[in-house]
T-cell receptor
């Protein structure tokens, strides 16, 4: 149980275009989903937290108009990178949590999406 | 400041050997500590989770220890295998559910 999927696993796009990444919890209802980005040989950095049906909470320094997050259902959250630039190239990882599932409030991570902006 | 520091940054060992990875933290208030394994190009996978009252927890060849007094944790890998080559990340959870990530230790197991 507790499987989280991401799609696509890898995407290459041209500068100025928008890219949508999907995150799905396959066998549980994700009350909260998180979006992280990770640069090579660096640790995960939290970008935003989203709760189903409400606006996402962005971390300091993360542009909410550039990284649009939608958590429309308990099993799906999307991250849209708008007007992508080469500096947005990174590994994007989502995680999902079912708040009543575990006393540890454990987050289950997706496999990640490698974004390359040319 | 809430921080998690891991050592060493990277490690190379021979297949079959044991190794120990270290994690020191200054996160407060402490809720639990987790070790994750992250293969290259993949998301992190949980190995162990320990709360304040737990000193040790095992998951197969992985054994994690926690000393809440000194705020130190270790991850011991026994009889390493080539598939153990990965980044191992120590993550401390604060009450309020914020996770604080260490930078990870990159382990390479050679044959």
């Amino acid at each position: 149980g507790a499987v989280v999927s991401q799609h696509p696993s890898r995407v290459i796009c041209k500068s100025g275009t928008s890219v949508k990444i999907e995150c799905r919890s396959l066998d549980f209802q994700a009350t909260t989903m998180f979006w992280y980005r990770q640069f090579p040989k660096k640790s995960l950095m939290l970008m935003a937290t989203s709760n189903e049906g409400s606006k996402a909470t962005y971390e300091q320094g993360v542009e909410k108009d550039k990284f649009l997050i939608n958590h429309a259902s308990l099993t799906l959250s999307t991250l849209t990178v708008t007007s992508a630039h080469p500096e947005d190239s990174s590994f994007y990882i989502c995680s999902a949590r079912e708040d009543s599932r575990s006393s540890y409030n454990e987050q289950f991570f997706g496999p990640g999406t490698r974004l390359t902006v040319l | 400041k809430n921080q998690v520091e891991q050592s060493p940054q990277s490690l190379i060992i021979l297949e079959g050997k044991n190794c120990t990875l270290q994690c020191n933290y200054t996160v407060s208030p402490f809720s639990n500590l987790r070790w994750y394994k992250q293969d290259t190009g993949r998301g992190p996978v949980s190995l162990t989770i320990m709360t304040f009252s737990e000193n040790t927890k095992s998951n197969g060849r992985y054994t994690a220890t926690l000393d809440a007094d000194t705020k130190q944790s270790s991850l011991h890998i026994t009889a390493s295998q080539l598939s153990d080559s990965a980044s191992y990340i120590c993550v401390v959870s604060r009450y309020g559910n914020k996770l604080v990530f260490g930078a990870g230790t990159i382990l390479r197991v050679k044959s």
